[in-house]
């Protein structure tokens, strides 16, 4: 079955550092599709982006992240971390015409002063 | 702007207890779901409800169960709660199709004691 490898479950940063929270998965079906969402404390966990477009940029709120079928990966980055991006990253993996889709572990990422 | 509905945002219990958390969408989507977050953040899906056809995922102990009015609303009742069960529970809807956006509601957080 499908699967979600999210490495890191604590990454911690100082303001103003580079993102980058790593995701790969694993699939028997070529159309796949990647997602990041994102769990703020006290809300809802919701959609940050999502790409099934090999090798293209994917960007939201200052975040990117390409999927990358060769390797597998779907990388989460942004160029300087704010204080407001601590929160809870999820990646997930979806397959066209397949109502389940596959969670990783999360990360959870924490910026300090 | 929430779109899904959980309540209540909190319940504490004892174990041997039934217990039953409503969740009501807004969207007008057709396929419903019930996740488990442990203590671990680990987010795992319980069921999937489409046009009234339920999906389980075969890890569920039997002690839970989907109760559906209608395609707006999936209710989650535990029928004799065990200390392993507490866990915030996310409500979510989606349209068919696993590559659509899921929405989450903000969750209900049970402890048993």
């Known amino acids: 079955g499908d699967s979600v490898t999210q490495k890191e479950g604590l990454v911690t940063l100082t303001e103003g550092l580079p993102v980058m929270l790593n995701c790969t998965y694993q699939?028997?079906?070529?159309?796949?599709?990647l997602f990041w969402y994102v769990h703020y404390l006290n809300e809802s966990p919701r959609l940050l982006l999502k790409?099934?477009?090999?090798?293209k940029r994917t960007e939201h709120q200052g975040f990117h992240a390409t999927l990358h079928k060769s390797s597998s990966s779907f990388h989460l980055q942004k160029s300087s971390a704010q204080l407001s991006d601590s929160a809870l990253y999820y990646c997930?993996?979806?397959?066209?015409?397949?109502?389940?889709?596959?969670f990783g572990a999360g990360t959870k990422l924490t910026i300090k002063p | 702007e929430t779109a899904v509905f959980q309540t209540p945002n909190y319940h504490v219990t004892q174990v041997g207890n039934e217990v039953s958390f409503n969740c009501k969408q807004t969207?007008?989507?057709?396929?419903m779901y019930w996740y488990k977050q442990d203590s671990k953040k680990l987010l795992k899906i319980m069921f999937s409800?489409?046009?009234?056809?339920?999906?389980v995922n075969e890890t569920v102990p039997r002690r839970f169960s989907p109760q559906s009015s209608d395609k707006a609303h999936l209710n989650l009742r535990i029928k004799s709660v065990e200390p392993e069960d507490s866990a915030v529970y996310l409500c979510?809807?989606?349209?068919?199709?696993?590559?659509?956006?899921?929405?989450f509601g903000k969750g209900t957080r049970l402890t048993v004691v």
């Open positions: 979510a809807s989606s349209w068919t199709g696993g590559n659509t956006e899921v929405f």
């Open positions: 699939t028997i079906y070529s159309n796949a599709f």
């Open positions: 790409s099934s477009t090999d090798n």
């Open positions: 997930a993996l979806a397959n066209y015409g397949n109502e389940k889709i596959t």
């Open positions: 969207l007008g989507h057709d396929t």
């Open positions: 409800y489409n046009n009234k056809q339920l999906i």
